[in-house]
C-alpha cells in the first residue's frame, strides 16, 4: 500500500496543475501592437535633419522597418527595402527605416554604402522600439492608409521581401 | 494558490476504497504533474504548444555561422621544444541550409625537451590534422557534427563530436550541450603497426547568459574519461633513483567547471584621456579541474582588450594556473607501486602566461566582407615543485613563448 | 510500513507551496521578459565582446596548454586529440 503523494487528492492536484499553469500563462499584453490597432504616433528625426511625424503619412501605406547597422539581417535586408521604395513610391507608399544605432554616424555611413533611398530616422534613445514592442531585429510593421497597424513581421530571411510586396500591393489596393 | 477541499481531505488522505484505488490516485497525481511540468519544459525552451507559440511572441531563429577564413602561422617555443606550422580553416555555408567548415593543421615539432635530452636523444617529427564539421540551425538550434583525424608517425587520433546549442529565453541564454569520442592508436617509433589504443569520451554542458546590455556570462561543466594506453612509450620513471619505463593507469576519469565574465567597460573610460570614445572591454575567468588520478587544478585568467581608433584593435591578458599532482607522481619514487611516472605534466607546478595581440582591420564592406590580419605573442613561465632537473639537480623550471599570425575573413 | 504519515502536518502546505513555487517559476519564465532587449545588444554585436573570436588562435593555445598541463576541459574548444605526451 503505498503513501498518497503529499496527501492530496485527484482534485487538489487538477486544481494545483491549473493553478501553476495559470501563473505561467503568458501576459500577452503585447497585443497593443496587434494587427487592427492604430499605430502609435511618433515623431523623429531624420538622416537628412528635418524631423518626421508618423501621423502625417496618413493617407500613404508605410513600411516601417527597425535596423541597426550591427544587426546582419537588418543590413541584407536593405536593399530589398530599397527596391520596394522605389518600386511602390509613385502609388503612395513610403518606407521609414528606423535605426537604433548609439551613434548615428554608423547609420549615416552604412545607409549611404547600401545605397538608401528611403527616410532613416534615428532612435537612438529607443523610444520608439520600446513605444512598438521591438522584441526581434530587425522587424517591420505594415501601416495601411488609415494609420491602423495590419501585419507584422520579424526577422529576416531572403524571400522575406516577397511577402512584403504581397502586402503592399493589398493594401494599395484599398 | 487554490485548493479545493475533496471529502477525503482528512489526515490520511486516503478513500476508504482500498490500495487498488490509492494506486490508481498516485497514478493519476504523477501524470498530472508529470504533464504540468513537461509543459513548463517546453514553454522554457520555446518548443512551445500551439497555445502558447515561443517566448515573448518572437519566432527567433538562429543563423548560421558566417561564412569565414582563416590562415594561420603559428609557432611555440619552450622547454626545449620548438613546434611550428601553418593551419588554414575555411568554412562556407550552402543554400542557407548548412555550413561546412574544414581545418588542417601541421605540427613540425622538434623535441629537446628535459625528458628527451635527459633519457633520450633530441628528435623530430610533424603531426598533421584534419578537422571536418557541419553546422545545421533548426529554429533556435545549431546543430555541429565534427569528425577529425590527426596523424603522427606513432600515433593516429581519430574523433568524432556532436554538438548542440540552444537559444532560449528571447536569445538572453545559450544552452549548449556536447559530446565527443576519440579513438586513437598508439604505436612506437622504429616498430610497425600499433601496439596498444585508447579512448576518450567527453561529455560537455554549458549556458550563456546575456545580464545586461555591457555583460555576459558562461557557465561550463565537461566530464572527461580515457581508456586504454595513456601514458607514453619514449617516458620513464624514476624508482628509487633508476629509470624505469612508466606505468599509469588504463583508466582516467575527470570533471572540469569553468566560469566566465565579459564585459563591455567602454563607459569606464568615457571622460578620460586612455581611449575615450572607443570600445573597451575585459574578461575573466576560472576553471577548477579534478580527475580520479589525484590531479587538482586551479586557472584563472584576465583579460583587457580595446580598440585604437577604427582599424586596431588591441588585447592583453594574463593566465595562471596550478596543478596539485596525481597520486602515483613522484619526481624519485622511494616505494614501489604499482603505477609510477614522472611525467611532470603529472606533477606539481605552477604556470604563468602574459600575453597580446594586436589586431589590424585590413579591407571592410558592411553586409559583404571583412579582412583581419593579427599577430599576438604570449610568454609563458612553468615553475615545477616537484620535479627535479637532473642536469642542475633544482626544481626544473622554463621559459617559453608562443607566437600566432594570421588573417581571418568574414564573407 | 503502511500508510506511515510524514511527522509534520505543516510539511505538507510547504511542500504544495514549493511544488508551485517550482512550477512557477519554469513557465514563470515567460511572464518576466527578456530584460535585454534585442535593440539594447549593439555592445553585445561587437567582436570585442565574443566569447570565441579566432578559432584556429584558440585551438593552438588551448592545444599548447592541454599538452603541458595535466588539466584539460571546459575550454569551449572542441578538440581532437594527440600522442603529445
Not at chain 2, 160 to 177: A, C, I, P, R
Not at chain 2, 219 to 239: I, T
Amino acid at each position: 500500500m503505498s503513501t498518497p503523494f503529499l496527501d492530496l487528492s485527484r482534485r487538489q492536484l487538477l486544481s494545483l496543475g491549473a493553478a501553476s499553469l495559470a501563473i505561467g500563462l503568458p501576459t500577452l499584453a503585447q497585443a497593443s501592437i496587434a494587427p487592427s490597432s492604430p499605430a502609435p504616433d511618433f515623431t523623429l528625426k531624420s538622416l537628412d535633419g528635418p524631423n518626421l511625424r508618423l501621423q502625417e503619412q496618413r493617407g500613404k501605406v508605410v513600411l516601417l522597418n527597425f535596423w541597426a547597422t550591427w544587426c546582419g539581417p537588418c543590413r541584407e535586408e536593405m536593399p530589398q527595402l530599397n527596391k520596394l521604395y522605389e518600386k511602390y513610391r509613385p502609388s503612395g507608399f513610403t518606407l521609414l527605416g528606423v535605426n537604433v544605432d548609439e551613434d548615428s554616424r554608423n547609420a549615416a555611413g552604412v545607409a549611404s554604402q547600401l545605397g538608401v533611398k528611403f527616410p532613416v530616422l534615428l532612435d537612438s534613445d529607443k523610444r520608439v522600439s520600446k513605444l512598438y514592442q521591438l522584441s526581434t531585429m530587425p522587424s517591420t510593421v505594415m501601416i495601411d492608409r488609415d494609420g491602423r497597424v495590419r501585419f507584422l513581421t520579424r526577422g529576416y530571411k531572403s524571400g522575406t521581401e516577397l511577402e512584403y510586396d504581397q502586402q503592399i500591393r493589398a493594401l494599395l489596393k484599398e | 494558490m487554490v485548493v479545493i477541499k475533496s471529502p477525503h481531505a482528512r489526515s490520511g488522505g486516503l478513500p476508504p476504497e482500498g490500495a487498488r484505488a490509492a494506486d490508481r490516485q498516485s497514478r493519476i497525481r504523477a501524470r498530472h504533474l508529470i504533464r504540468a511540468a513537461g509543459k513548463a519544459l517546453a514553454r522554457v525552451l520555446g518548443l512551445g504548444s500551439g497555445l502558447f507559440g515561443g517566448m515573448a511572441g518572437t519566432a527567433q531563429a538562429v543563423d548560421l555561422p558566417p561564412d569565414h577564413a582563416e590562415a594561420m602561422l603559428h609557432v611555440y617555443d619552450g622547454g626545449g621544444v620548438r613546434a611550428a606550422g601553418p593551419a588554414v580553416l575555411i568554412r562556407k555555408s550552402l543554400f542557407n541550409k548548412v555550413s561546412l567548415s574544414a581545418t588542417y593543421y601541421v605540427d613540425a615539432v622538434s623535441n629537446a625537451s628535459i625528458d628527451v635530452v635527459t633519457t633520450a636523444s633530441k628528435y623530430s617529427e610533424t603531426r598533421q590534422q584534419l578537422d571536418l564539421g557541419i553546422d545545421y540551425a533548426v529554429r533556435d538550434s545549431l546543430i555541429h557534427v565534427s569528425a577529425s583525424s590527426g596523424k603522427e608517425p606513432d600515433y593516429i587520433a581519430q574523433t568524432f563530436g556532436v554538438d548542440v546549442s540552444q537559444e532560449v529565453f528571447g536569445g538572453m541564454t545559450t544552452v549548449n550541450l556536447g559530446f565527443t569520442e576519440g579513438h586513437d592508436a598508439v604505436g612506437r617509433k622504429g616498430e610497425q603497426g600499433y601496439f596498444d589504443h585508447a579512448e576518450h569520451w567527453q561529455y560537455r554542458l554549458g549556458a550563456t547568459q546575456i545580464l545586461t546590455p555591457r555583460w555576459l556570462a558562461s557557465a561550463n561543466v565537461e566530464a572527461l574519461a580515457d581508456e586504454g594506453y595513456l601514458g607514453s612509450p619514449y617516458r620513464a620513471a624514476r624508482v628509487f633513483g633508476t629509470l624505469v619505463p612508466e606505468n599509469v593507469p588504463r583508466t582516467r576519469s575527470g570533471r572540469a567547471i569553468k566560469f566566465r565574465a565579459l564585459g563591455d567597460i567602454s563607459d569606464w573610460f568615457r571622460g578620460g584621456s586612455w581611449g575615450a570614445g572607443q570600445r573597451h572591454s575585459m574578461h575573466a575567468e576560472y576553471r577548477y579541474y579534478w580527475d580520479n588520478w589525484g590531479i587538482k587544478a586551479h586557472t584563472l585568467e584576465g583579460g583587457y582588450s580595446r580598440y585604437f581608433g577604427d582599424k586596431w584593435l588591441g588585447d592583453s591578458w594574463l593566465r595562471f594556473n596550478r596543478q596539485s599532482a596525481a597520486l602515483f607522481y613522484s619526481d624519485n619514487a622511494p616505494v614501489e607501486t604499482l603505477y609510477h611516472t614522472t611525467n611532470r605534466q603529472l606533477g606539481t607546478f605552477n604556470s604563468w602566461s602574459l600575453g597580446g595581440r594586436a589586431t589590424y582591420e585590413y579591407a571592410k564592406v558592411p553586409g559583404r566582407y571583412d579582412i583581419k590580419l593579427s599577430g599576438s605573442l604570449e610568454y609563458v613561465r612553468f615553475d615545477y615543485q616537484d620535479f627535479t632537473d637532473s642536469r642542475t639537480g633544482k626544481p626544473y623550471a622554463f621559459n617559453g613563448a608562443l607566437l600566432q599570425l594570421y588573417l581571418t575573413a568574414n564573407f | 510500513m503502511s500508510a506511515v504519515m510524514p511527522p509534520f502536518r505543516a510539511g505538507r502546505t510547504v511542500a504544495v507551496l514549493a511544488l508551485l513555487a517550482g512550477a512557477a517559476l519554469l513557465q514563470g519564465c515567460a511572464p518576466i521578459e527578456p530584460w535585454v532587449q534585442p535593440y539594447e545588444r549593439e555592445r553585445l554585436a561587437d567582436p570585442i565582446m565574443q566569447l570565441s573570436r579566432d578559432t584556429l588562435a584558440e585551438r593552438h593555445r588551448d592545444h599548447v596548454f592541454t599538452v603541458r598541463e595535466g588539466a584539460r576541459g571546459a575550454t569551449g574548444v572542441q578538440g581532437g586529440g594527440c600522442g603529445c605526451n
